[in-house]
């Protein structure tokens, strides 16, 4: 090799910048400053989350200090509990087991759940009032309208569908796929869509994925709730509909809580 030619990544004394460096304003070191339009999770979001976790872990000790679990005695083979309700975080499944399909109700529904709960961040990727509750004014009123209109179809459907169930109604005269699955799921598809369809036809310029998303999560969430209520406090015996305090036999859906 003669003398002339330079080794590769030979140091040759010239002065190189990085591009933080020449671009005005820039600040010349990025250690601090995160992607554009993004703020630090820590300390602030991080210590709150920390603040909760522990208030939660301190209420759960002090229950299970005060109150014993609801164990029962021994299970015999030969009685069947009544009414047999599944833990209060699956009473609202176990709800909707009495209004549909198995399969619908146990698998299907709780499937495109939790799938559209994944897909939240993805459809919604504005980043404008990102991280605020609720949103503006508008998003405000399309939470408390569907909210409220859950509150009242939900039960309404739980009613109607227990003086006349429509799965026993149509057992001979359809298919079984259709009155047990089929129109089931479409009653329940058609109910929960319709704020979404109201957001939607009321929009102005154009589609906005986050206020679609806003009806359908409210929908989803307060429909949750209020299955779950009503099949904690308001199932008896026979899993039939009844008044909390006006239970048959003695039962009472608040013991063993």
């Known amino acids: 090799m003669s003398d002339t030619q330079l080794e590769p990544f030979a140091k040759v004394g010239t002065k190189t910048y990085s591009l933080v460096e020449v671009v005005r304003g820039a600040p010349t070191t990025m250690a601090d400053k995160g992607p554009d339009n993004t703020l630090f999770a820590f300390p602030i979001v991080a210590i709150l989350e920390t603040l909760i976790l522990l208030g939660v872990s301190v209420v759960l000790m002090a229950i299970s200090l005060f109150k014993n679990a609801p164990l029962e005695e021994l299970a015999n083979p030969l009685v069947t509990t009544d009414p047999a309700k599944a833990p209060w975080y699956f009473m609202g499944l176990q709800e909707l087991l009495e209004h549909m399909h198995p399969t619908v109700a146990g698998v299907l529904i709780p499937t495109i759940a939790v799938l559209f709960l994944i897909a939240i961040p993805y459809l919604d990727n504005q980043r404008a009032g990102a991280g605020t509750w609720f949103g503006d004014a508008r998003a405000k009123r399309i939470v408390l309208f569907t909210a409220l209109y859950a509150l009242v179809i939900m039960p309404i459907y739980v009613l109607v569908d227990n003086a006349f169930p429509l799965r026993e109604l149509l057992r001979d005269a359809l298919p079984a796929e259709v009155a047990q699955a089929i ?14 369809v109201v957001v939607w036809r009321t929009q102005r310029g154009g589609g906005d ?42 039962y009472d859906p608040l013991n063993n809580f």
């Open 183 to 196: 129109l089931p799921f479409l009653i329940m598809f058609v109910l929960s869509a319709i704020p979404a």
């Open 209 to 250: 994925a986050r206020e679609l998303l806003l009806a359908l999560f409210t929908m989803l969430f307060i429909t949750a709730v209020v299955l779950t209520i009503t099949g904690f406090l308001f199932r008896g015996p026979g899993f039939k509909l009844y008044l909390p305090w006006d239970m048959p036999g003695g």
